[in-house]
């Protein structure tokens, strides 16, 4: 019964039924005791052991705390222990560890393990149920476990140790680390120090790290300064003014190109219908509904009337598609793919359409709405009433997918069928003109080419040798930092409650829907906005931008864009960085410009042609319309040769984050960093613009260099 149960007194007793023990191995036996007792306390008259105090008090605390935590669920070591051993009587009594004794050889004196000193020595036979292990006894056996027979224990000692050795060197990282950022916020705190002004005082109030940009932009902007002092005379980068070409990869515009197996528009009397588009927004907004507007006509096999502008009364401006684009010549550029005309014929001119319910609104439209769209719901409709006409139509027809042909005709709208009026054709040459030659603003009037004395002839043989100086180039930037921008963004720019209010009024005068929306407070924080970078870039953003990619204090920059938030107050802080800022105001004279005063989207054209011939441009906002159709128009036209500068500005809300501590060397190079990621050419993503990414097959072809 106690061999069932693994009871400790039966160790040293033979079995009921078993072969009686000889009288020179119960010898033995009694020696092993005596040693047992010298380690464990004592030994008995009956053969057990005796524990020591010490022992019995280990053992007592032990069996409390095992008891307490068998309530819980647990049982002790003892407990597992018996029912193991209830477990081995059902397939016979296992062999008592002291029977394993007399069952073999033993020397007359007893082994001691390892040769352990004799206060930790423990007989191999004392090994038993872990009640008679004391501290002691406990320690001397992990030692003596340590063995090759004990090998995943010892493994296991081995990674503690390595463990150990991990934590110790993670702490010592972190530490590094610790020391190392400080050394940033004491360096910050050292340039707080001589920034002298109320808003660095209110700076060390509440600490380094602070949104307000009227005091990081202030620090930021006096390192600029200082930065392009020191760089005046040193070379630019070269990347500054070129395209990278290292894919090897050469793509040359061919939208103009039509297949061998090309069909022509339909007969008059085969068209299934008349289109009309009365597009809205500004200048951009204009130009994709009309080369989206022509794809559909041809996937509807329609005619196209000439489309019309609606007034908005953001823009304020009544112009008319002849006031802008060459009629004639956008007509007969595209007669081979669509069939364009003026007005409606005669019979249909007097039409209701509202009555009749062929209007299309943007409602009733979805955005970026695939072909299918087109040819399941609007055919049968222009079929039937014989006229359809669009209202708005902004974005309402998908990048993908759409068939070959039909793609490669929007490309052939935008870059060569669209063109420009001679008068605003020669303003944009003016501008670019002034930009690149000789002007007042510039400086000195130095010649065209450099004097030079022949050191070989003397006297009045000496005559000057004239070298010709290499053309001035220009960066454009457009900076969409207009009153309707700022307010539409929901974001802030520094101005405290008085922009806060001003721009609130403004979003009930002309964008109401989003004001009521802001007022029940479905919209997110201003916080929120930038930090997804929704909001549009500052001026001191911006040009601190340029300033860290290298571009030298004197370079010539011609910003464009309509009145810029902020006024007079924002262009002198960008003047302090870099004084040949222009635009198109101060590039031509006021008699220039009187034939398209009260004409916003005729001035964006001079904007659209001064950044479209730039030998740089950098946009500031990747969602303006301008921006993008820009940028398409550098890449088409281009041939690798018109940079862009494209900002991720959720990237740089990052990293503007962090400027109140950061040093200028760390802000250039993530500046750097950034921008060059975006100068990658590749190949347009799926079912992004062909105005904005025209590197395609349906609109460039490429040659291998």
Not at 186 to 213: C, F, I, K, M, W
Not at 214 to 240: G, I, S, T
Not at 438 to 458: C, Q, T, V
Request: charge should be neutral; proline fraction near 7%; aromatic fraction near 8%.
């Amino acid at each position: 019964m106690d061999e069932a149960f693994g009871d400790p007194g039966s160790h040293g007793r033979a079995g009921d039924g078993e072969k009686q023990v000889s009288p020179v191995r119960e010898s033995r036996l009694s020696a092993l005791r005596r040693t047992d007792s010298v380690v464990q306390g004592g030994f008995s008259s009956s053969g057990r052991t005796t524990p020591t105090l010490l022992q019995r008090s280990n053992s007592m605390s032990a069996d409390k705390l095992w008891s307490n935590s068998q309530q819980s669920g647990l049982s002790s070591p003892t407990t597992r222990s018996r029912q193991n051993a209830a477990f081995r009587t059902q397939a016979g009594p296992p062999p008592s560890p002291r029977s394993d004794l007399l069952s073999r050889p033993h020397s007359p004196v007893p082994r001691s393990p390892r040769a352990l000193p004799p206060e930790t020595s423990l007989p191999e036979s004392g090994r038993g149920s872990p009640r008679f292990i004391s501290l002691s006894s406990q320690s001397a056996f992990q030692q003596f476990t340590g063995g090759n027979t004990f090998s995943m224990k010892g493994r296991g000692r081995i990674l503690k140790r390595g463990g150990t050795v991990f934590f110790v060197t993670l702490f010592l990282w972190f530490a590094l680390n610790w020391w190392y950022l400080s050394s940033f916020q004491q360096s910050a705190l050292q340039s707080l120090e001589n920034l002298e002004t109320p808003q660095a005082d209110s700076v060390r109030q509440v600490g380094v790290v602070n949104r307000s940009s009227a005091v990081l932009y202030e620090r930021m902007l006096a390192l600029a300064a200082h930065e392009l002092a020191e760089n005046e005379f040193k070379p630019e980068p070269d990347v500054l003014w070129e395209e990278p070409t290292q894919n090897a990869i050469t793509w040359l515009p061919c939208a103009n190109q039509r297949a061998e197996d090309h069909i022509p528009p339909p007969p008059l009397e085969h068209m299934t219908g008349y289109i009309m588009i009365n597009a809205n927004g500004g200048l951009n907004q204009q130009r994709v509904a009309i080369c989206n507007g022509v794809a559909v006509t041809r996937l509807l096999n329609a005619s196209l009337v000439l489309p019309r502008f609606l007034f908005n009364s953001v823009w304020r401006d009544s112009s008319q598609f002849g006031d802008i684009y060459d009629e004639a010549y956008f007509m007969n550029h595209l007669k081979e793919d669509v069939r364009i005309v003026k007005e409606l014929p005669l019979e249909l001119q007097s039409l209701d359409l509202e009555a009749i319910e062929a209007v299309v609104t943007e409602i009733d439209v979805p955005k970026e709405a695939k072909p299918s769209f087109y040819l399941k719901h609007i055919l049968p409709l222009l079929m039937e009433k014989q006229v359809v006409l669009f209202e708005g139509f902004g974005n309402r027809l998908a990048f993908d997918p759409v068939p070959f042909d039909i793609q490669r005709l929007r490309c052939r709208c935008n870059f060569h069928a669209l063109k420009f009026v001679p008068k605003l054709l020669e303003l944009g040459g003016l501008i670019v003109e002034r930009m690149r030659d000789k002007h007042p603003r510039w400086g000195p009037n130095d010649d065209d080419f450099d004097a030079e004395e022949n050191p070989h002839l003397s006297g009045t043989e000496r005559i000057p040798i004239r070298s010709a100086k290499p053309v001035p180039k220009y960066l454009a930037v457009h900076m969409r930092f207009e009153m309707d921008m700022v307010a539409y963004s929901l974001c802030e720019f520094g101005g405290g409650e008085t922009e806060k209010k001003e721009l609130q009024a403004y979003r009930a005068l002309h964008f109401p829907i989003l004001a009521k929306l802001e007022q029940d407070g479905r919209l997110g924080t201003a916080d929120v906005q930038r930090e997804l970078g929704h909001c549009p870039l500052m001026p001191e953003e911006s040009f601190l931008m340029l300033a860290a990619l290298g571009f030298r204090r004197g370079t010539r920059i011609l910003l464009a864009g309509a009145h810029m938030y902020g006024g007079e107050k924002k262009m002198t802080i960008l003047k302090n960085l870099y004084p040949n800022i222009v635009t198109k105001e101060e590039l031509l004279t006021p008699e220039e410009l009187e034939p398209l005063r009260n004409h916003s989207s005729q001035l964006a054209v001079l904007d659209y042609l001064g950044c479209a011939m730039a030998d740089a441009f950098a946009m500031t906002d990747s969602g303006s319309q301008l921006s993008s159709l820009v940028s398409g128009h550098r890449i088409y036209h281009g041939s690798g040769h018109r940079p862009t500068i494209r900002p991720n500005k959720k990237r740089l809300a990052a990293i503007f984050e962090h400027n109140a501590t950061i040093e200028w060397s760390h802000f250039e190079n993530r500046i750097r960093k950034m921008v060059a990621e975006t100068k990658r050419i590749a190949a347009r993503p799926i079912s992004r613009s062909v105005y904005r990414h025209p590197r395609c097959l349906e609109c460039m072809c490429k040659h291998e260099v």
